[in-house]
């Protein structure tokens, strides 16, 4: 797949102000809207144009809607524009940082999940990611995808365990677009050992290459270490993944939850680590030749989108229950129990605008204190820990869409 930069990728993204969504917006804001694609590259991918696997494809359906949450948003009409939804707490591997750590109880149906589904989507969602656990285990998975119009965007976050030739083909068939497989090092031994599983690699590379074989949007994901951080082992990470045919590679970080949520502050990165990835982002990102960075430390950075827990994204974890993200175990009410509207209600009363500073990284002393051994900490508690948490000014993108 082709990677697009510099003056070509400029003259692509113009040219998609064909879209009667887009000219709505102002000659200033659609110039400030492109400018924060400035270190982003292009992927041409089955007759669509691909940023990074956190928005939809273009031209399409979903990013239309896209579109039109950023002009709710601008109106300060703010509604989520993601939804990730874990279908399952099943995997057989023994991740170190699982975020599924400490939850249990009865998981939803497929019939709970397609309603979930229409709900996402008549909120306006336009990406919807299905994790877990590991979503494969679930033999409804192909339904549940295929439910989806193509308002939304779907993307599967997977082990690659499962991910057999003849399961991606049906996927495709389903209507999946992106597939990201979690690979944590390029050297067999150490994933192995991250993942808990004697076996977790080659699956990762098996599926890594199923995946590109049946044409989709291939990522991996790489929740980045802070021995990892440097640029030996970075660098024969992407000339690793760049051998295997892979298009981005999400860089993501350990966060206080699941099975991290007791740990000392020494396993989470610091400002200088994540300046690191940052630059780094900006650097791979020039290079046509080479996979797509798109990472958390530079996409929820002050200076452009910020962290949207609970704004433009929601999470519903395996047995209903609505949190901001997929890392802040907060409750705001089960989909099933309460229903889809009031625990989204519940939600919006604490979290209305995008902060500059990550919640769950900003409040982590907080939440710990109200851990008791479960996850996510229930609905009344998850509100009494909001009320005394520190919240931070909205990000540049939007004060800059507010005129602030």
Same mark, same amino acid.
């Given at each position: 797949?082709?990677?697009?930069?510099?003056?070509?990728?400029?003259?692509?993204?113009?040219?998609?102000?064909?879209?009667?969504?887009?000219?709505?917006?102002?000659?200033?804001?659609?110039?400030?809207?492109?400018?924060?694609?400035?270190?982003?590259?292009?992927?041409?991918?089955?007759?669509?144009?691909?940023?990074?696997?956190?928005?939809?494809?273009?031209? !399409?359906? !979903?990013?239309?809607?896209?579109?039109?949450?950023?002009?709710?948003?601008?109106?300060?009409?703010?509604?989520?524009?993601?939804?990730?939804?874990?279908?399952?707490?099943?995997?057989?591997?023994?991740?170190?940082?699982?975020?599924?750590?400490?939850?249990?109880?009865?998981?939803?149906?497929?019939?709970?999940?397609?309603?979930?589904?229409?709900?996402?989507?008549?909120?306006?969602?336009?990406?919807?990611?299905?994790?877990?656990?590991?979503?494969?285990?679930?033999?409804?998975?192909?339904?549940?995808?295929?439910?989806?119009?193509?308002?939304?965007?779907?993307?599967?976050?997977?082990?690659?365990?499962? =991910?057999?030739?003849?399961?991606?083909?049906?996927?495709?068939?389903?209507?999946?677009?992106?597939?990201?497989?979690?690979?944590?090092?390029?050297?067999?031994?150490?994933?192995?050992?991250?993942?808990?599983?004697?076996?977790?690699?080659?699956?990762?590379?098996?599926?890594?290459?199923?995946?590109?074989?049946?044409?989709?949007?291939?990522? /991996?994901? =790489?929740? /980045?270490?802070?021995?990892?951080?440097?640029?030996?082992?970075?660098?024969?990470?992407?000339?690793?993944?760049?051998?295997?045919?892979?298009?981005?590679?999400?860089?993501?970080?350990?966060?206080?939850?699941?099975?991290?949520?007791?740990?000392?502050?020494?396993?989470? =990165?610091?400002?200088?680590?994540?300046?690191?990835?940052?630059?780094?982002?900006?650097?791979?990102?020039?290079?046509?030749?080479?996979?797509?960075?798109?990472?958390?430390?530079?996409?929820?950075?002050?200076?452009?989108?910020?962290?949207?827990?609970?704004?433009?994204?929601?999470?519903?974890?395996?047995?209903?229950?609505?949190?901001?993200?997929?890392?802040?175990?907060?409750?705001?009410?089960? /989909?099933?129990?309460?229903?889809?509207?009031?625990?989204?209600?519940?939600?919006?009363?604490?979290?209305?605008?995008?902060?500059?500073?990550?919640?769950?990284?900003?409040?982590?002393?907080?939440?710990?204190?109200?851990?008791?051994?479960?996850?996510?900490?229930?609905?009344?508690?998850?509100?009494?820990?909001?009320?005394?948490?520190?919240?931070?000014?909205?990000?540049?993108?939007?004060?800059?869409?507010?005129?602030?």
């Amino acid at each position: 797949m082709k990677h697009i930069t510099g003056t070509a990728k400029d003259l692509i993204l113009i040219g998609n102000l064909r879209s009667r969504n887009l000219r709505k917006f102002s000659i200033p804001d659609l110039w400030y809207l492109l400018g924060t694609f400035k270190n982003e590259k292009l992927t041409k991918v089955n007759g669509k144009y691909v940023l990074n696997t956190f928005l939809p494809p273009f031209p !399409s359906a !979903s990013f239309e809607q896209f579109i039109k949450n950023t002009i709710a948003a601008k109106n300060h009409n703010i509604f989520p524009y993601s939804s990730y939804v874990a279908l399952t707490n099943n995997c057989k591997f023994n991740c170190w940082h699982c975020s599924r750590g400490f939850r249990e109880g009865n998981e939803l149906t497929g019939e709970n999940w397609i309603n979930v589904m229409h709900e996402l989507q008549n909120l306006g969602v336009s990406i919807i990611g299905y994790t877990g656990g590991e979503p494969l285990c679930r033999d409804d998975l192909e339904a549940i995808v295929g439910s989806v119009s193509l308002n939304s965007t779907t993307i599967l976050f997977t082990t690659g365990d499962g =991910l057999t030739l003849e399961r991606a083909k049906k996927l495709k068939e389903s209507g999946l677009f992106y597939i990201a497989i979690s690979l944590d090092h390029y050297n067999k031994d150490e994933h192995n050992r991250l993942r808990g599983s004697s076996s977790a690699f080659d699956t990762a590379v098996s599926a890594i290459e199923n995946s590109i074989a049946c044409g989709f949007y291939t990522a /991996v994901q =790489l929740t /980045v270490r802070r021995d990892f951080l440097n640029k030996n082992d970075m660098d024969k990470y992407i000339e690793f993944v760049h051998s295997l045919g892979v298009c981005e590679i999400r860089i993501i970080e350990p966060m206080p939850t699941g099975l991290l949520i007791e740990k000392e502050e020494d396993v989470f =990165l610091n400002e200088a680590e994540r300046e690191f990835i940052k630059n780094y982002h900006v650097k791979i990102n020039k290079d046509k030749n080479l996979p797509k960075i798109a990472s958390f430390a530079y996409l929820e950075d002050a200076s452009l989108y910020g962290c949207g827990a609970g704004t433009q994204h929601l999470y519903i974890d395996s047995c209903g229950n609505m949190c901001p993200c997929d890392f802040t175990p907060l409750s705001f009410g089960n /989909v099933i129990r309460e229903g889809f509207g009031s625990a989204y209600s519940n939600l919006r009363k604490y979290f209305d605008v995008p902060q500059s500073k990550c919640f769950i990284l900003n409040n982590m002393d907080k939440i710990k204190a109200g851990f008791n051994g479960k996850l996510p900490i229930e609905n009344h508690k998850s509100i009494e820990l909001c009320s005394g948490c520190v919240k931070t000014k909205a990000p540049e993108f939007y004060r800059k869409l507010w005129k602030k």
